[in-house]
């Protein structure tokens, strides 16, 4: 009996009397078409949706078959649960035509009361194998005589019948609409530019109905794929001309172009659409082009409403925070601190008081083994919070060390000029750390670069500051050197931010430049934030050739005017000084990779990681300002796997594999700006976010690299064009 009914419906679909595609044009437009979001986002995962006053029934399957109301050929219509498949939640269902023997079946859903307008969102997805369906889903309207079926090449009576199908492509077309209605035209061949069917993805499809009015010809459809609108056609639109059973828009058959006079879908105001149709028919004349006798179809999340209802939208409460790395573990023993230009080298782990390597300590500065880069040891600068204050809320201090031509400190026995200073550390705003209300600001002070004269007077100072909502890093100067054209020079503020996604709570490689040059406006600053140039000021007027006193001191500084609002701590590592670029911490070729802490302590421990490696190079721009973004280029070079639980990784060939330009390799190539990205899997089984690619480090040199070999790592900018 049920054969017998798939039988006579297949009679029904075959007939080609009234078909009506969208044409290239529509292709076009749909690839600039902005994802429109409709009420779907307002529930994230579809979650409550249903229970939106415009949404008539939602079905994501996770009960079933349970709402539904009608089927064609039930045995082939089934619920999966396998999680490689489901769209969402835990269900989805599939349904198969098997080749020989039938041609798929249907699960439908009634409207009783039928509407006048209805959207209808659902996610499909085609199995690899699958060549292709001759109708596929469907809405529309059926009076209570008229019985589907046995009408086969006719044109519906306008108070009987009219209904819609969305068809996907096949490899020689697009997504095109299929419609029946009681003006409908004749058929002939599609001339669409294809978009081809695509397989093994979910697609989000949409589309529309709108009736008439009685007696009027002002009916619409429309339809939207992945929420990106790929017609609509309405009285005055689309333009084009009809050839037989099409609507053509573009080509040579669009001979007479007018605008699209609108549906008369309906002859009887009581016929409403009342019917929607999860449809897979594949006939024989379609499934014998296939390479299998299988063809499979998948839907879930389907909801029918009577305004867009557009994509879903993550469901963030459920999907795991996106990781980030902590740090990438330095060698023991940094060989940057070997090179003829370092002349000051603290990594923490041998000092004793901060006082035998710095000249000016303030605040709440020590040296701590909670957190840190290298070794064993870092820099804890802990907050008081402002209530607990006595006298100047904000003052935390600085940790100062001077060098040079400085006339601050008899320690200084070498009192050369230094025209050119590099000075790199790494600094970590613990996990959580609170911003200053009611802005949101973070501490403005971090380090500063000098030269003092005599009495404690600077005569210049480049500021490294944190300012903005977005606490993005500022330079500022200040001079008082007596050729300047004005003694505050004009703020450079870089686009890179503390408070952009993922900069807190994780080392940060932090490095500024200054470079004087000769008589006024000839000055260089630079700064570096992750292995990334972010400021490059050439011509400046800091110096303006005073030289009787030279660069001669590097402040780190958490001053905080207001206060902090917690007991809070930042972190420092890793400070070294320099006369030449420096660079991220130096790592072996297989490094050592530390995962963060999540940001939530509440959140899931993660079932597992996945960690990309790769090699960075940053692109110089001719034109340097300060609203631009670095450009980076990664390219993949190793892919690893953390199934084990733990927080850490090497990057090896056992952990994962060396991929592109490594491909075959056991380790990393020497001397290269490399980037981390992650992402985490949650017990639920849902993936995080990618990170974006963060935590620079630098491989180290080959064993055998001579002096003039060990230069600044391959892809560390050390300039712009300019
Ligand atoms: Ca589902
Ligand atoms: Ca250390």
Redesign the pocket.
Known sequence: MKQQQAKRFLTVSSCILLCWLTLPVVVFSSEQAEVEQGLAAKYPGDKGIESDPVVIFAS???DGFEKWTRFRNRPVVKIVSDEAI???????AEITATRGKDSGGDVGYNLAAGVNQLYMRFYCRFHKDTVGVHHFVNMGGNSKDYSPGGHAGQRPQGDKHFGTTIEPPNDKSSWFFYTYWHQMHSWENPDGRPSGLIREQWICVEFMTKLNAFGKSDGEQAFWINGKKMGHWRPGEPVGTWMRDMFRTSGQLNTDPKPFEGFNWRTDAELKINYVNLQWYVSEQIAKEGQTDKNIVYF??VVLATEYIGTMVDDVSTKPETPKVDFVRPLEEDPIKQLPDVFFFEDLETIGELKESFHNIGGNFRVTGKDVVSGQKALQMTYIPKEQMTGDPGSAGYLGYFFGDNPLTGRIKNKKPYNKVYARWYHKFEEGFKTQQPRGTLPPKMARMRCYGPDWEAVYTVLFWIEGEDGHIAIERHTKAPNVHREWLPNYHTTWGFLNEGNIGRWIHLELSVSLGEGQRSDRIQAWADGMLICDIPNDDLAAGFKELTLNAMQWDCYWNGGSPASQSRFYDDLVLSTEPIGPVRTPLSPVIVKAEPANPEDPKQQQWEVEVAQSRQVPVSLVDNVRTPEMEHTTVWKGLVEDGGNTVEVNSDNGKFVGPRQGRVELAPNMLHSVRLRQKSNAGLWSDWSKWHSAFATTWLQNATKQDKIPPVGFLLKHNK
């Open positions: 994501g399957f996770e489901v769209h969402s939640g835990s269900a989805s879930d999340d």
